[in-house]
Nanobody, 119 residues
């Protein structure tokens, strides 16, 4: 069973930084992560879930305009892990952040990690 587990969320002041991690595991999982597109989404109570950043098997990264220049997505295939480095955080970045893996015709989601940006 494929599982995605996020970590690294928390409370941070405006202008601060956080690094989120998402580790993928599961039976028969070997090699699948390498070919998967990994993405970070976020959702706040008053908004729809939005795509924040994605990285494909070729390490091409894309970002929503609101985080460009502040967030960096990266992956370590040897560790089945995707990261989201978040710098210069703003109150509007407050949300639950979710990791998603898209592999072939399947999609998997993590349980989410809360990020709160507040003074």
């Amino acid at each position: 069973q494929v599982q995605l587990v996020e970590s690294g969320g928390g409370l941070v002041q405006p202008g601060g930084s956080l690094r989120l991690s998402c580790v993928a595991s599961g039976v028969g999982f070997r090699g699948v992560f390498t070919f998967a597109t990994m993405a970070w989404y976020r959702q706040s109570p008053d908004k729809q879930r939005e795509l924040v950043a994605s990285i494909n098997r070729g390490y091409q990264a894309d970002y929503v305009d609101s985080v460009k220049g502040r967030f960096t997505i990266s992956r370590d295939n040897a560790k089945n892990t995707v990261y989201l480095q978040m710098n210069s955080l703003k109150p509007e970045d407050t949300a639950v952040y979710y990791c998603k893996m898209s592999a072939y015709s399947d999609e998997y989601w993590g349980q989410g990690t809360q990020v709160t940006v507040s003074s």
